[in-house]
Structure formats: structure tokens, C-alpha cells
């Protein structure tokens, strides 16, 4: 069990409590400030979220919030010397692979984040909606720049900020590189404090 909590504008003052509490019940915490934009309800600038640079700070300071320095310092470092990134730019998490989303309409899609690929397991049988699922997702191929860049290990990237970001999954999302550069450097910082 574990407390999954995105932040954003509209809740970033409650971190404090609720990272209290998470410790009070002995809970992990979870803490996100990534909003995807809302492209699967047709919209766009919908949702009020952070700057790339605002939701890097913030998880920063949740962070130091919740641990002490020195597991802090530690993390930091930690995230810091993480391998650069993956050999190739197919989907990496479960999505697609090990694990799907069913909508209210009954539409299976890999994940809940992405709009498509679809299919319909209540027209043609779920055994094969999941096979052409996981045929089609791994057609699925992510930024060839992702493969190189040196904060690789560090990055959130998936499919479906791609699509959510830039419409299209082959597209780097330059808000997930700008608060990734972010962390980076918010981490290098914390470091280079503590030890002067």
C-alpha cells in the first residue's frame, strides 16, 4: 500500500500534511507533479499544472520534506550516478505488455494515459483484443534522442507523455526534458551544499 498523490497548483500547500500523515500510518508516499495535459477528453490547457521547472522544484522539496538530510543527500547522489538510459525505444513499462485499461465504454487500451491503441474485447473476445493490444504497442517506438541523452537515467519518459505532450509517440516532450534538466541540476545543487 502506498499513498499515490499528484500535486499541483491547486494542492501543492497541502504537501506537508499530507506527507505527515503518510509517515504517521507508516504508508509510503508516492509524490508526483507531472500533469499530463488532457488530450483524452479532447482539451487542451484544461488542467492547471506546473512549469517543468516548478514541478522539478517542488518534487524537490517534497522530498526534503519527507526524509532526513542525510537519506536526502544520498538519494540526490544516488539519482545522480544512475546509468545513462535504455538500449532501445520501445515501451518500458507494462503498458501494452503485462498490463491494459478497460474505459467505462469498455475499450481496452494499454494504458489509462494513452489514447490509443485501441480495441474491442466486448466485439471480438478479450483473448484476442489483448493480442493485437500487445501487437500494436510493440510497434510502438519512443524519441530516438531519448536513447543518448545523458540524463537518460533520471528520465520519466514513457509513451504516453509523448503522445500527451507532442501528439505523437516518436516526439522527445520537451516539458519532461526541461524538468528532468531540472532535477538534475536541483540535485547537483543539494549535493554541492551539503558538502561545503
Same mark, same amino acid.
Given at each position: 500500500?502506498?499513498?499515490?498523490?499528484?500535486?499541483?497548483?491547486?494542492?501543492?500547500?497541502?504537501?506537508? @500534511?499530507? &506527507?505527515?500523515?503518510? @509517515?504517521?500510518?507508516?504508508?509510503?508516499?508516492?509524490?508526483?507533479?507531472?500533469?499530463?495535459?488532457?488530450? #483524452?477528453?479532447?482539451?487542451?490547457?484544461? $488542467?492547471? #499544472?506546473?512549469?517543468?521547472?516548478?514541478? &522539478?522544484?517542488?518534487?524537490?522539496?517534497?522530498?526534503?520534506?519527507?526524509?532526513? %538530510?542525510?537519506?536526502?543527500?544520498? %538519494?540526490?547522489?544516488?539519482? *545522480?550516478? *544512475?546509468?545513462?538510459?535504455?538500449?532501445?525505444? @520501445? $515501451? #518500458?513499462?507494462?503498458?501494452?505488455?503485462?498490463?491494459?485499461?478497460?474505459?467505462?465504454?469498455?475499450?481496452? #487500451?494499454?494504458?489509462?494515459?494513452?489514447?490509443?491503441?485501441?480495441?474491442?474485447?466486448?466485439?471480438?473476445?478479450?483473448?484476442?483484443?489483448?493480442?493485437?493490444?500487445?501487437?500494436?504497442?510493440?510497434?510502438?517506438? *519512443?524519441?530516438?534522442?531519448?536513447?543518448? /541523452?545523458?540524463?537518460?537515467?533520471?528520465?520519466? $519518459? /514513457?509513451?504516453?507523455? /509523448?503522445? &500527451?505532450? !507532442?501528439?505523437?509517440?516518436?516526439?522527445?516532450?520537451?516539458?519532461? /526534458?526541461?524538468? !528532468?534538466?531540472? *532535477?538534475?541540476?536541483?540535485?547537483?545543487?543539494?549535493?554541492?551544499?551539503?558538502?561545503?
Amino acid at each position: 500500500m502506498r499513498f499515490n498523490t499528484i500535486f499541483t497548483p491547486e494542492n501543492i500547500d497541502e504537501y506537508k @500534511k499530507i &506527507a505527515d500523515i503518510s @509517515k504517521q500510518m507508516a504508508i509510503p508516499m508516492m509524490p508526483s507533479t507531472y500533469t499530463y495535459p488532457p488530450i #483524452r477528453l479532447g482539451k487542451e490547457n484544461a $488542467v492547471a #499544472r506546473f512549469s517543468p521547472e516548478e514541478a &522539478a522544484r517542488y518534487l524537490a522539496i517534497i522530498d526534503e520534506y519527507r526524509f532526513d %538530510r542525510d537519506f536526502y543527500i544520498e %538519494r540526490q547522489k544516488k539519482l *545522480l550516478s *544512475l546509468p545513462s538510459g535504455p538500449t532501445e525505444n @520501445k $515501451v #518500458r513499462c507494462r503498458a501494452g505488455r503485462a498490463s491494459f485499461w478497460i474505459t467505462a465504454e469498455g475499450i481496452m #487500451r494499454p494504458c489509462g494515459m494513452m489514447p490509443e491503441p485501441d480495441t474491442a474485447p466486448l466485439k471480438i473476445g478479450f483473448d484476442k483484443a489483448w493480442q493485437q493490444i500487445k501487437a500494436e504497442t510493440d510497434k510502438i517506438r *519512443l524519441p530516438e534522442e531519448c536513447l543518448s /541523452c545523458k540524463y537518460a537515467g533520471i528520465c520519466s $519518459v /514513457c509513451a504516453a507523455m /509523448c503522445k &500527451a505532450e !507532442t501528439g505523437d509517440f516518436g516526439k522527445t516532450p520537451q516539458y519532461i /526534458c526541461r524538468m !528532468t534538466k531540472q *532535477l538534475f541540476a536541483l540535485a547537483e545543487r543539494s549535493i554541492g551544499e551539503n558538502e561545503n
